[in-house]
């Protein structure tokens, strides 16, 4: 019986334990940093071609030492609400080790007081919806402490749209009409020939 208790004991203080060290809230985090982005509301970027500008810093109404923690910053493009309706592999929850908001990593940097910009070519994995970005600040054990973003609470402004590949790359439709063209012109060639050698054999 003592053992049956001290074994439930053990697991409820394991469940605990998982429970604070992978327990981050994103409700429990400063919007400290300011983030802006070269995107404008609902302009629309191709995979693998265009390129944005994301820069971030914290923001001075803030009382100083406010970043004392913060050793490094991690920026990622996040998925719109109107992109993740009945997409589970997308879905926002409150805990950040089991949020999917935030998939891509744009930039990643030690954290500096002052100002700072990265110039990004949008991925080709990324796939076409509606998105934000948005900065995490971390500790010196890899914690988010503090965020930012370009768009609202309530993810409802400055988003923008990204257009994926769509599994079609130009060289192989090139191709593809050459080869189409070269079968047509070879097909006729054989007709003629074949026409040609009717004709001789007929007149001998």
């Avoid at 030690?110 to 500790?139: G, H, K």
Wanted: aromatic share 10%; glycine share 6%; hydrophobic share 40%.
């Amino acid at each position: 019986m003592a053992s049956t208790g001290i074994l439930l004991a053990s697991l409820l203080l394991l469940s605990c334990l998982a429970e604070t060290s992978h327990g981050v809230l994103f409700s429990s985090l400063k919007q400290t940093l300011i983030v802006t982005a070269s995107p404008k509301e609902g302009q629309v970027y191709k995979t693998g071609i265009d390129k944005l500008t994301v820069s971030w810093g914290l923001n001075q109404s803030f009382p100083a030492g406010s970043d004392s923690t913060y050793k490094t910053i991690k920026v990622k493009l996040c998925y719109a609400p109107v992109s993740q309706v009945d997409r589970g592999w997308r879905k926002t929850v409150d805990s950040l080790s089991k949020d999917k908001t935030c998939q891509f990593k744009v930039v990643a940097r030690p954290y500096s007081s002052s100002n700072q910009s990265f110039e990004w070519i949008i991925e080709r994995d990324v796939p076409s919806a509606t998105y934000f970005l948005r900065a995490y600040a971390y500790d010196a054990a890899d914690v988010e402490v503090a965020y930012g973003q370009t768009t609202d609470a309530h993810k409802a402004t400055n988003l923008f749209v990204v257009q994926g590949i769509s599994g079609r790359h130009a060289s192989l439709d090139i191709a593809s009409v050459c080869f189409s063209v070269f079968s047509v012109l070879s097909l006729a060639g054989f007709f003629i020939a074949e026409k040609r050698k009717a004709k001789s054999s007929h007149e001998k």
